[in-house]
C-alpha cells in the first residue's frame, strides 16, 4: 500500500534557528496538505498543495511540492517556540478522499 | 470559525464492551472520516462516509466497526467489541475544501 515517510523524526532547534520537515510518497499524489498538531491537541490543517512544483508561502513558512508530485517539503525560517508541534503532510492520490499521513517530524524548540 | 465536535473527549471502557464515538461534523461539508492515532504515532485513515454510505475504508476498519449518520447531524462510530489495541485517539474529520478535525476522543480499553 502506499506509504509516506517524513525526516526528520525529531528536531530540536534553538529560538531563531530554520526548520525543515522532508515528505516523500512512494506513490504520485494528487494534492498534498501539511497539518501542525500541538502536543495533546488535534491535527490543524496548513496549506494544500495541487500543482507540480508548486511554492506557497504563509509568513515563515514555506511549502513545495515537487515536480513528480511524489515529495513536499515544509521549512520555517527563524522558529519561535510557539512553533513546537508535529508537522504531518498527507497525501491524496487520484479521485480517492481518504489523506494518508507521513509519519510526522517532531519539533521542539527551546531558547 | 465552524467546527467538528466530538463526545466525549475520554471514555474509559472494559474489553469486549460496545463504544460509541460521537462526532458533529461541519453542515455543509460532504464528506465525513474517522481516522486514529494510537499514543506517539501517526494518524491513521479508518473510513470515509459520503452520501449516507461508506466511501472508502482501510484493513483497520473490520467488521468490529461501523458507521452511522442517524440523522441530519451527528456521525457516530461504533466499535461493537473492543480490544486493548483499540485504545487510541479517535478523530472525527469533515471536509469542503479542506479538511476539519475535531479535537479527538482518547478511547481507553482496560
Known amino acids: 500500500g502506499q506509504q509516506v515517510m517524513q525526516i526528520p523524526q525529531y528536531q530540536h532547534v534553538q529560538e531563531g534557528e530554520d526548520f525543515t520537515t522532508y515528505c516523500n510518497s512512494s506513490t504520485t499524489l494528487s494534492n498534498i496538505q501539511w497539518y501542525k498538531q500541538r502536543p495533546g491537541g488535534h491535527p490543524v490543517f496548513l496549506i494544500q498543495?495541487?500543482?507540480?512544483?508548486e511554492v506557497k508561502k504563509q509568513k515563515r513558512l514555506t511549502f513545495q511540492f515537487g515536480e513528480a508530485k511524489k515529495n513536499s517539503s515544509l521549512h520555517i525560517t527563524a522558529t519561535q517556540t510557539t512553533d513546537v508541534g508535529t508537522y504531518f503532510c498527507a497525501g491524496r492520490t487520484g479521485t480517492a478522499s481518504k489523506l494518508t499521513f507521513g509519519t510526522g517530524t517532531r519539533l521542539q524548540v527551546t531558547l | 470559525e465552524p467546527e467538528v465536535t466530538q463526545t466525549p473527549s475520554h471514555q474509559v471502557t472494559q474489553m469486549g464492551q460496545e463504544v460509541i464515538l460521537r462526532c458533529v461534523p461541519i453542515s455543509n461539508h460532504l464528506y465525513f472520516y474517522w481516522y486514529r492515532q494510537i499514543l506517539g504515532q501517526k494518524v491513521e485513515f479508518l473510513v470515509s462516509?459520503?452520501?449516507?454510505?461508506?466511501?472508502?475504508k482501510s484493513e483497520i476498519f473490520d467488521d468490529q466497526f461501523s458507521v452511522e449518520r442517524p440523522d441530519g447531524s451527528n456521525f457516530t462510530l461504533k466499535i461493537r467489541s473492543t480490544k486493548l489495541e483499540d485504545s487510541a485517539m479517535y478523530f472525527c474529520a469533515s471536509s469542503g475544501n479542506g479538511y476539519t478535525f475535531g479535537s479527538g476522543t482518547r478511547l481507553t480499553v482496560v
Open positions: 462516509f459520503y452520501n449516507n454510505e461508506i466511501s472508502e
Open positions: 498543495l495541487v500543482k507540480s512544483g
